[in-house]
Nanobody, 122 residues
């Protein structure tokens, strides 16, 4: 059983930056960040897998960076050049220990944090 706790959300003007953190109790190789805007489905933002390979949604490529500690107990999402359309609740998620890959698909993840709100104003 994994527990995930996000932090670092907040309000920022367009063009600004935020860094989200997610502390993870328990071990997993496959982690990701997802977001859900009001009235929209939850979507994948970025992920990192067993091989430390990363994946990004097209909408955030070149602006967001996912990383984690060597111990894999904290996951980060550095968000730069934020846009109003990035406004959403951001969730940290993890797959079980038997997985190697981290696709950007909501249904592939078992463990979820409670979310942290990111609001970007124009």
């Amino acid at each position: 059983q994994l527990e995930l706790v996000e932090s670092g959300g907040g309000s920022v003007q367009a063009g600004g930056s935020l860094r989200l953190s997610c502390t993870i109790s328990g071990y997993t190789d496959c982690m990701g960040w997802f977001r859900q805007a009001p009235g929209k489905e939850r979507e994948g933002v970025a992920s990192i897998d067993y091989y430390d390979e990363t994946r990004y949604a097209d909408s955030v490529k070149g602006r967001f960076l996912i990383s984690r500690t060597n111990a894999k107990d904290t996951l980060y999402l550095q968000m730069n050049n934020l846009k109003p359309e990035d406004t959403a609740m951001y969730y940290c998620a993890a797959r079980g220990t038997t997985y190697i890959y981290a696709p950007l698909q909501v249904e592939k993840y078992t463990y979820w944090g409670q979310g942290t709100q990111v609001t970007v104003s124009s």
